[in-house]
Structure formats: C-alpha cells, structure tokens
C-alpha cells in the first residue's frame, strides 16, 4: 500500500477519533443566571404583578441572564427600605415613595413607569355621579396615607374648599367595602384596584371623578426604581431587567388570557380568577400601548408632581428632576 493511501487512512481515522471525541466530551456549561431580587409595592400578590409573573414563567427574564426574585414586602413601608438598603437591587413603587425617600437621602432612583398618567379620583356608586361641590359635608372613604390627603385637598381646592369641608372615613386595608356597605358616600382609589373590586364585588360599574381633572397632576402613581449603587455597578444587568420587564408588558398586553392564567397558577389563594381578569384589563387601560414611549418617563410629570408636593408641604425641598428618574436603562429609542 503506497504512503499516499496510508497518510489518507490515518488522516481519516484521526478525523473519526476528533469526531468522536466531541461527541463525548461534555457540553460548555452555559452560564448560570444571576439571582435580581425585585421587592414589590404590596405585602400580597395583585394583578398588577401580573407582566413579570408572565415574563418568569415564559422564561423572559432567564433569556437575559436573570435568576429574577420577586420579594413581598412584610409591610408597605418597607419597600424602599428594602432598596435604599440594598436587600433589593429593584423595586416596583409608588411615584411618592420615590420622593419620600430621596428626601432621606436613600440611593434609590426611577427606571421606567408602570402606566402612562394618574388614575386616582374618586367613586361614587352606579347611577349616582356627583360634583366636587356636592360632596360638602359628605363621608368620603380614604387611606391614611400622605398622598391620598393632597391628591384630596387638590381636587377641593379646585372647588373652593378644603379638607375640613368633608368627612374622612380611614380604612385601614381597603377602602370599598365602606362604600358597598354605604359607610360613605364616596371613596377614593385607583381604577385598576377600588374601580375593579366595586365592579367585581359590588357588580355595578361605578360613577369615577378623575383627580387629573380638578387639579391633581397627571403623573403615573407606579415606578419601577433601582438602588442607585446597584445600577452603577451593573449597568448592563439593569438594561436587560428592564428589557425582559418590557418584553413581559408586551407579552402580557397581548395575550391577556395566557397573562392571567399564570397569575392564578402562580398566586391562586390570593385572588378570584373573575377579580383578576378584570383587574389586568383595567390595569392595561393605563399601561398604554407597547412601545419605545411605554416605559419613558419626562421631567414635567416628575416637576408636576414635585411641585404639588413642595405645595402642600409632603416634602421640605426638593432635589434637581434628574435625581429622582433616568431613562438611561431603557432600550434605545425610549
């Protein structure tokens, strides 16, 4: 046998051996996913929670490279607690805890909005509307929180009167069972939480009076924030939290049903399937369309409500616009 065929035979047997030999060596481990811990605004799950339980169930998160922990809170207070300490790295939050803690000099700063403007104001039952003039002397059910009271003083205001002018129900967890029961005459609260649960619990569609129209500006109630030290050290792990968030809103916007089912799956004690459905349809009524502008935020919804903060005296002082939101981890174009 001539060299050129020997040559040509080991060639061939060592190109088997390779092949082989790769077929049976083990595969590169891709890397593992690093763990994101997200604390929410609530201490139990609601549909607002909705888009990311999707998102983690549809494996959105993990094609970013994201182990993402969602973490309740054990009371509302402790939500930018949790950030501003760093026991979190994100949080979904109120546009008001933001505030309240930049004034405490927490490292915390907005990275996107969770819906498009204010839908705060106040219900009345069905077929019973009323005027900001004919709640004179009435019993208005509320929450003992510092934001219900201005966004409350600002719609008086606007009527020419003030807080001492009606009479505050508290109520301590939710507010609509004292209208259900006719413990007031009106109660405030958002669409997509005391607008859904009269519609679901109350089977009546409400009377609403939005705040935005007497005087109470039109910024979002809901922010998604980071801890300001976490997202300088892991700047590219923010964008793809909030690239896999928007991906989920998307997803979620567009398959309503499939959004809802994981919810349920996930958190199915917590809420009626009826409440749930209804509540992310109302929820994507302020969401907004998907898109570069969905997430975006702008300096004259934060100085609208900066403003109306420093009026009122919530806050001392406040810091320049760009302290409190960046847009900075969002994808290009937004």
């Known amino acids: 046998m001539s060299n050129r065929w020997l040559s040509k035979g080991a060639a061939l047997a060592l190109a088997a051996a390779m092949w082989m030999g790769w077929l049976c060596a083990p595969a590169f481990a ?71 803690a930049k004034e405490q000099g927490a490292p915390v700063i907005s990275i996107g909005r969770y819906g498009t403007g204010n839908n705060w104001g106040i219900f009345t039952p069905e077929g019973q509307p009323v005027t900001l003039a004919q709640l004179k002397g009435k019993r208005i059910g509320i929450y003992n929180d ?32 004292l209208l259900l029961q006719k413990r007031v005459d009106a109660t405030t609260g958002i669409t997509n939480a005391e607008g859904t649960e009269i519609a679901v619990a109350g089977k009546q569609t409400p009377e609403f009076m939005p705040a935005t129209r007497h005087g109470v500006p039109d910024t979002p109630i809901f922010m998604f924030a980071g801890n300001q030290r976490w997202l300088e050290k892991n700047p590219q792990l923010a964008k793809a939290f909030m690239r896999a968030t928007a991906r989920s809103l998307r997803y979620a916007i567009e398959h309503p049903d499939e959004a809802t089912a994981a919810f349920a799956a996930k958190y199915s004690k917590s809420y009626d399937e009826n409440f749930v459905k209804r509540q992310w349809r109302d929820t994507m009524q302020v969401l907004g369309a998907p898109g570069d502008e969905q997430l975006k935020q702008n300096d004259k919804a934060w100085r609208d409500v900066l403003d109306a903060a420093t009026s009122l005296g ?21």
Not at 153 to 168: F, H, P, R, V, W
Not at 314 to 334: C, D, F, H, R
């Open 146 to 177: 510092a934001w219900t009271k201005a966004q409350l003083s600002l719609m008086l205001k606007s009527a020419g009167m003030t807080l001492d002018d009606i009479q505050m129900v508290a109520a301590a967890d939710d507010t609509v069972p």
């Open 314 to 334: 919530m806050v001392k002082s406040i810091l320049p616009v760009e302290e409190y939101y960046t847009n900075a981890y969002l994808a290009q174009g937004q």
């Open 30 to 100: 891709a890397p593992a996913p690093v763990k994101v811990t997200f604390v929410q605004e609530w201490r139990v799950a609601d549909g607002f929670w909705i888009p990311w339980t999707l998102g983690i169930s549809k494996g959105f998160y993990r094609d970013e490279g994201i182990d993402l922990n969602v973490v309740a809170p054990p009371t509302v207070a402790d939500t930018m607690k949790f950030l501003g300490t760093s026991r979190a790295d994100v949080a979904f939050t109120t546009v008001m805890d933001i505030i309240f």
